[in-house]
T-cell receptor, first 113, second 113 residues
């Protein structure tokens, strides 16, 4: 079983709308989570990290973490066509010294003008 | 200017041959990583190096050998190439090892015929 599971597989929202992504870990060792975004033909780029329970907001992006359920979500408000990309959830162990990130399969976001 | 350089961008190889993927980072980071992304699997951690020392190796095959000649270089040598090795290989780096934001390069797309 994959340790980091994302849903939905794909998502389409109108410009200006809200895009929401979900991620669940099956490994309780994973306590640190990141959201990465990958535009076509490029490498992934980190959007934000979340290590504590609750919400974390950075501009149009809000992440939420529930450590008890190992569920993390990402919400993008006022979505723009430039937000169209592949979004990954990534997790790591808090005391790792290897830097290993475990990624989910990703969610494809399409923002329609 | 790109901060992480990967060469070449595209690479075509024949089964059984050997190739070296080049990665250089100019972010002043001390930790570097290799990940693989294929159509069949999500982004998959391969190796991590910190201060030019191997920290973690998650590849099952010895055909994959990282090479760190300088602090800001981490090349990947792949021997006895197989069609299943076809994937995009991403180099990444971070300030230190451990739970840090990782910065990814543009990737090398390898096709093995």
């Amino acid at each position: 079983q994959q340790k980091v599971q994302q849903s939905p597989e794909s998502l389409s929202v109108p410009e200006g709308g809200m895009a929401s992504f979900n991620c669940t870990s099956s490994d309780r060792n994973f306590q640190y989570f990141w959201w990465y975004r990958q535009h076509s033909g490029e490498g992934p780029k980190a959007l934000m990290s979340i290590f504590s329970d609750g919400d974390k907001k950075e501009g149009r992006f809000t992440a939420h973490l529930n450590k008890a359920s190992l569920h993390v979500s990402l919400h993008i408000r006022d979505s723009q066509p430039s937000d169209s990309a592949l979004y990954f959830c990534a997790a790591s162990e808090p005391d790792t010294n290897t830097g290993k990130l475990t990624f989910g399969d990703g969610t494809v976001l399409t923002v329609k003008p | 200017d790109p901060k992480i350089i990967q060469k070449p961008k595209y690479l075509v190889a024949v089964t059984g041959s050997e190739k070296i993927l080049i990665c250089e980072q100019y972010l002043g980071h001390n930790a570097m990583y290799w990940y693989r992304q294929s159509a069949k699997k999500p982004l998959e951690f391969m190796f991590s190096y910190s201060y030019q020392k191997l920290m973690d190796n998650q590849t099952a095959s010895s055909r994959f050998q990282p090479q760190s000649s300088k602090k800001n270089h981490l090349d990947l040598q792949i021997t006895a190439l197989k069609p299943d090795d076809s994937a995009t290989y991403f180099c990444a780096s971070s300030q230190e090892g451990g739970a840090r934001e990782q910065y990814f390069g543009p990737g090398t797309r390898l096709t093995v015929l």
